[in-house]
């Protein structure tokens, strides 16, 4: 069961449930994994939404963030430049074009990425059902047996 290939059906049916609590547990963290991409996602669509913003109305006062909690009114001195986290700490001036493109890049990976989660997920879906029908055929062939073998004890 670790990375080759499994004959579902040479299983006894506690291993099936083993294989497929394993598998409910690779979906469940990989439906976590999606959620934070859709996440992800949101914030960078906000970003480049706002970058459009801040340069089509340059002159416009905004609230600056000092705390979570607290704001200060404040004005924006340079709509054409623009200060962006890319990532552990490190900051980045760019120009409005050049964070339109930086945002849209972001975008267009998740979005891949994304892609290709939900193309995992559909397929491990796929091996649950399929598991769970082995499972109930072996299920069924084993009460068979046991029916069997009580008839013919009687």
Excluded: W
């Amino acid at each position: 069961m670790s990375g080759g290939k499994v004959n579902l059906t040479e299983l006894e049916p506690q291993q099936i449930l083993q294989f497929k609590a394993q598998i409910n547990k690779e979906l469940e963290n990989l439906h976590n994994s999606f959620s934070a991409l859709k996440v992800a996602q949101m914030k960078y669509k906000e970003c480049h939404s706002d970058v459009k913003k801040v340069n089509a109305n340059p002159k416009q006062d905004i609230m600056v963030p000092l705390t979570a909690s607290l704001y200060v009114p404040g004005k924006i001195k340079d709509s054409d430049n623009f200060l962006i986290d890319v990532g552990t700490g490190y900051y980045v001036e760019k120009s409005c074009g050049e964070a339109l493109e930086f945002f849209q890049g972001r975008l267009d990976k998740l979005k891949e990425d994304s892609s290709k989660l939900t193309s995992l997920i559909k397929e491990k879906v796929q091996l649950v059902q399929r598991v769970d029908q082995v499972l109930r055929q072996k299920l069924a062939e084993q009460q068979k047996v046991l029916e069997k073998q009580g008839k013919s004890k009687k």
